[in-house]
């Protein structure tokens, strides 16, 4: 069963750095693509990042050279790093797997339709 936890978020200024983590419960994220996403009040989801369990990863345009994402085999966890925030980052963050082909995750193709409560990010001066 599917079962994500994001954890992480945090109130900071902008220009400022955090680390979001997402693990799971009850499976292995190891074998799995993993897709970050955030949803700010009032918008649509917006996928972030993905990283496809052989490690190659896909950024949106709107984040492309500020956040990176990573995965830590030996903890079963994967990780958003996110630099030079703005306001506009500020979302709820969460993870959940999508489908990978030839070794490449696919941001729009879920694996699952099952999501985390999410991590808060708060971008303010």
């Known amino acids: 069963q599917w079962q994500f936890v994001e954890s992480g978020g945090n109130l900071v200024q902008p220009g400022g750095s955090l680390r979001l983590s997402c693990a799971s419960s009850?499976?292995?994220?190891?074998?799995?693509?993993i897709g970050w996403f955030r949803q700010a009040p009032g918008k649509v989801r917006e996928g972030v990042s993905c990283?496809?369990?052989?490690?190659?990863?896909y950024y949106a345009d709107s984040v492309k050279g500020r956040f990176t994402t990573s995965r830590d085999s030996a903890k079963s966890t994967v990780y958003l790093h996110l630099d030079n925030l703005k306001p506009n980052d500020s979302a709820v963050y969460l993870c959940?797997?999508?489908?990978?082909?030839?070794?490449?995750?696919?941001?729009?193709?879920?694996?699952?339709?099952?999501w985390g409560q999410g991590t808060q990010v708060t971008v303010s001066s």
């Open positions: 009850g499976f292995s994220l190891d074998s799995y693509a």
């Open positions: 959940t797997a999508t489908r990978q082909l030839d070794g490449l995750c696919a941001i729009r193709e879920l694996q699952t339709d099952t």
């Open positions: 990283i496809s369990s052989s490690h190659n990863t």
